[in-house]
């Protein structure tokens, strides 16, 4: 999908509403919370390295947009109840919930499935899959209060998904665009809560660098250059869109 032609958010995109991101410590989930914070939305920062949402706050607020919240969790370990703590803090903090971006995700390891580790399988599958479901189903409350709310997911490029090597990482993406579909269904007659995923393709980022560590980053583009689309996702700009697994990169 591109953006609407020549598109430009209103600055108070995202005025007044809460969004919560994960994996917003680095990469893409950085750039688009802080992008968030620059629409006026106060981004609730989730993340399993607390110095890395403490920078990612410190540039929030010293760009003059609304003061974050940080949460860190990680996702490994992370019990029910910790899910429904965050979901129970923001309500208590802010009193609702506009919008939810699943993005953290750990790659794993690319190897044949005769030999992939059991202990790195489980790892992978609940970092990416499980925590999302969980995540969003201790949100969705929250999120049906919303006027108009957003679920998005960071899905990945289609062969990662089904080609060999992929694993653990490939599944959990399969499994988390099958979760995106099933929710987006059953909130078909829930017109206020838009579900949808976007594959932000090729993106300079730590995950990327360790899925190809041969390949010459200097040619990918930067994750502040895929944000406008989870901007654009996240917004009532993309009012209509339901269920879909968005691109933001077009193919070469
Ligand atoms: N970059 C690409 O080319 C590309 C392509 C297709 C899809 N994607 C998807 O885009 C999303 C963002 O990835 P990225 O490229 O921006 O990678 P990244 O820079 O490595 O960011 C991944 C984020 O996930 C967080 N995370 C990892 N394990 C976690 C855990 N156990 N608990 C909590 N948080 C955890 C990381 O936290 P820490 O920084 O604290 O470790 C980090 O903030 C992922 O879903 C990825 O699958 C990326």
Request: glycine share 8%; hydrophobic share 40%; aromatic share 8%.
């Amino acid at each position: 999908m591109s953006l609407p032609n020549n598109y430009q958010p209103a600055t108070s995109l995202l005025k007044d509403r809460v969004i919560l991101v994960t994996g917003a410590g680095d990469g893409i989930g950085k750039a688009t919370a802080k992008l968030y914070a620059q629409h006026g939305a106060t981004v609730v920062l989730t993340g399993r390295t607390s110095h890395k949402l403490e920078a990612v706050y410190d540039e929030i607020v010293a760009n003059g947009d609304n003061e974050p919240a940080i949460f860190p969790l990680d996702l490994s370990t992370a019990k029910h109840e910790d899910f429904l703590g965050l979901a129970g803090g923001i309500n208590q903090e802010f009193g609702r919930l506009d919008g939810l971006l699943n993005n953290a995700a750990e790659l794993g390891t690319l190897t044949p499935i005769d030999h992939y580790p059991y202990d790195l399988l489980q790892r992978v599958l609940t970092v990416n899959l499980e925590a999302p479901f969980v995540l969003t189903q201790a949100c969705l409350p929250l999120l049906r209060q919303a006027t108009d709310a957003a679920i998005l997911f960071s899905s990945t490029e289609p062969y990662e998904k089904s080609s060999a090597y992929w694993g653990a990482y490939g599944i959990s993406k399969q499994g988390l665009d099958a979760f995106m579909l099933i929710l987006a269904d059953e909130l078909e007659n829930n017109t206020h809560i838009r579900v949808n995923s976007i594959n932000p393709g090729p993106v300079r980022t730590r995950l990327r660098n360790l899925a190809y560590p041969a390949e010459d980053m200097s040619n990918l583009v930067m994750p502040d250059d895929v944000a406008l689309h989870y901007l654009y996702m996240m917004s009532p700009d993309s009012q209509g869109l339901h269920g879909q697994i968005i691109e933001a990169q077009t193919r070469k």
